[in-house]
């Protein structure tokens, strides 16, 4: 009897460790699987309200998603190629094959989100024509959006660039500029900030709107609708998607009326574009 209560014994210490051990398991792949079901996003913070939106109504579909908020342009990029986020939405095609140029990031558009109208607002001036000799016009200071606002003062036939198809020109490509404008660069978001004291400034309708400067419909020219500056959810080219959680985050996103109507309200009616149609 002695054997045997000593065999039972031994068979019931082994059980329990196996037990503990499944449970420990058990709990570890639990919290892994419930970290991997967080669908991280890095956005800038016009988007917040907006993507939250779409994060609210994908709960319901079991998709936990954070939205993580970046004061400058060039850490959501850094966070997507370090694997700290999923995603990211901020950029569009062109700064976003300037990025990957200028760091050889494996990044890559996994969708098309919304994009928007950039313009020329003066609290100063009525029209382009009333702009003085030697304005002060303020452009974003990164490669792209300044390239952008270039090509709109060109457009607007206030300067000459030598190739307006250049997505890159500088200041320096500028062939003629006969008002003499002088240029202030600064930070893309700050461009707004500056309504007040320039005589020009190119304008972000959301940065506009956000800052309480002026009605986004009051710009004095506006760049035509084009979709390479929609804003794209950008991943990693190995971004694999476990579970299609971002293919149902954007599907939400394409289709959403509340979507819509954040967008009419932060940007205004007709002042953005589907970018996925």
């Known amino acids: 009897m002695s ?135 303020v452009i974003p200071s990164d490669p792209v959006n300044s390239a952008r606002a270039l090509i709109l003062l060109h457009r607007a036939g206030l300067i000459q660039l030598k190739d307006i198809n250049n997505e890159l020109s500088t200041l ?7 008002k003499q404008l002088t240029f202030i660069e600064v930070e893309g978001p700050q461009t707004a900030l500056a309504y007040d004291d320039a005589d020009l400034i190119f304008g972000f309708p959301h940065y506009i709107n956000m ?22 959810f950008v991943t990693r080219k190995d971004y694999s998607d476990p579970d299609k959680k971002l293919e149902t985050f954007v599907k939400t996103f394409q289709n959403s009326e509340k979507v819509k109507q954040i967008l009419d309200r932060d940007f205004g009616q007709n002042m953005w574009f589907e970018g996925w149609k």
């Open 3 to 137: 054997d045997i209560r000593k065999s039972k014994k031994i068979w019931s210490i082994a059980i329990i460790a196996i037990i503990v051990i499944v449970g420990l398991t058990a709990y570890r792949w639990s919290n892994s699987s419930g970290q991997k079901q967080t669908l991280k996003i890095g956005i800038s913070p016009p988007y917040a309200e907006l993507l939250q939106s779409v994060a609210n109504d994908v709960k319901a579909q079991g998709i936990d998603v954070e939205l993580i908020e970046f004061s400058d342009w060039q850490a959501p990029n850094v966070a997507v190629q370090n694997g700290d986020i999923d995603a990211n939405f901020f950029q569009q095609r062109v700064f976003l094959n300037n990025a990957i140029k200028q760091t050889n990031y494996d990044l890559q558009s996994f969708a098309i989100g919304s994009g928007s109208h950039v313009g020329l607002y003066s609290k100063k001036y009525k029209t382009l024509a009333d702009l003085p000799e030697k304005a002060r016009v």
């Open 172 to 178: 320096q490509d500028i062939r003629s500029n006969p």
């Open 211 to 232: 800052a309480k400067k002026a009605d986004p419909h009051s710009a004095l020219f506006l760049d035509p609708i084009d979709k390479k500056y929609a804003i794209l």
